[in-house]
């Protein structure tokens, strides 16, 4: 499978330049002008039109069960999805509650992807428990080839970890030279938070919100931070929401601790007032951490342009409104959470941030695919445009106009966050290892293309 593609303007997260791309065997063999290419090979013009690196989501769920419901996708709908919107590559979290085995798990989160995925994925695997038994485990699951572990400082007696295991795991982590991704709230406040305002009879999917307060998020990411100070562990925050929690994470930084920060688009582009719309409207945006009053957006966007903020992500979780979200109707604690985003990310992030001018085109490929590439042991295979990387290809046409709505997305859920937003800018054609996978906004992909990407442990 060969494929030339002329006349774009090649855009990374470092360059900038005109140049034609030739791909063969699944990988980028040559860039250049005027390339001698055999006679037969398929041809893309991308004159007017920006080649960028396919954009890589480190951050989403696929196959979730979550308070009695499970996520709706597949990987034959969310890797479709992806691909729609320009992600080649999608890193999902494996989530064992407390009692299942993690060996288990881990083959039967790979065997939802295995042969149904048309975009490239790999994981991060959860650990909801740490001993001598979980250890050896995770010492094979990363032989596999998943060196990146997640935890959760938050939902209690599920997934949350002690303080003690946390330790433990870290110390392990920074042994075996693996990153360590956390969800950080502080699992206990949010219980009694939850308490105290269903008992004052405060039901609706808008307080949600009081039950996380920035101070909750705050104390948690100081929390994982400190562990990660003393064990000199390598640290990924996911999805900070907030002005509070990045501040903690740029105090860590100062001092020398070895930690990464993702947010996701949902926070960047919506605000906590989405949650506060009426006749349980609100629902739809139930996420954890909620999201937050507007100003701490300016502190997002802020973070992603100083490069304190590493990557966006989108935390996909969706659930449908009707029949999953409305399950919570008369108790916010029982909404299941997620916004779903998988196939919005890439466009909406160019809209609201570069088309606004609050990131540079640089920013926004390297906080939406190489940064990921880089802290996952992906790069240079992918995150990037040179030879010897994988062709996977986003032909963008950043003049596109488009309207998002759930009528006519892939992602398979009855409701969009973004309905009727307009947007700009699109995936026009997108390769994955130079298969043609969306051909003017047409889906061509197939089920079973998408490769599992092992990965190695890296010294950061
Ligand atoms: O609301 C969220 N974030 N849902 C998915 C589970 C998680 O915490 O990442
Ligand atoms: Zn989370
Ligand atoms: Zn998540």
Redesign the pocket.
Known sequence: MSLLIRNGEIITATDRYSADIYCADETITRIGHDLDVPPDTPVIDAAGKWVVPGFIDP?V?IY?P?LGTYAKDTYETASRAALMGGTTTLIE?I?PNKEQDLLETCAFWQEQAAGRSACDYTYHMGVPRFDPRVQAQLTEIIAQGIPSLKI?L??KDLAHLSDAELYALLCFAKEAGVIVTG?CENADLIVALQQRLLQDGKTGPEWHYHSRPPAVEAAGTAHFLAFAQLTEATVYV??LSCREALQATLRARQSGVRAYVETVLPHLVLDSTAAEQPDFEGAKY????PLRPAPHQTALWNGLRQGFIHTVAT?H?PFDFHGQKDRGRADFTQIP???PSLEERVKLLYTAGVCQDRIDVHTWINCASTQAARLFGLYPRKGTIQPGADADLVIFDPHHSSVISAATHAMNVDYSAYEGWPVKGRAETVTVRGKIVVEQGRYTGVPGHGRFLTRAPQTF
């Open positions: 951050h769920h979730l979550f979290m989530c959760f938050a939902y969800h996911v999805h139930v996420m954890s951490p935390d979780a959470n997620g916004i």
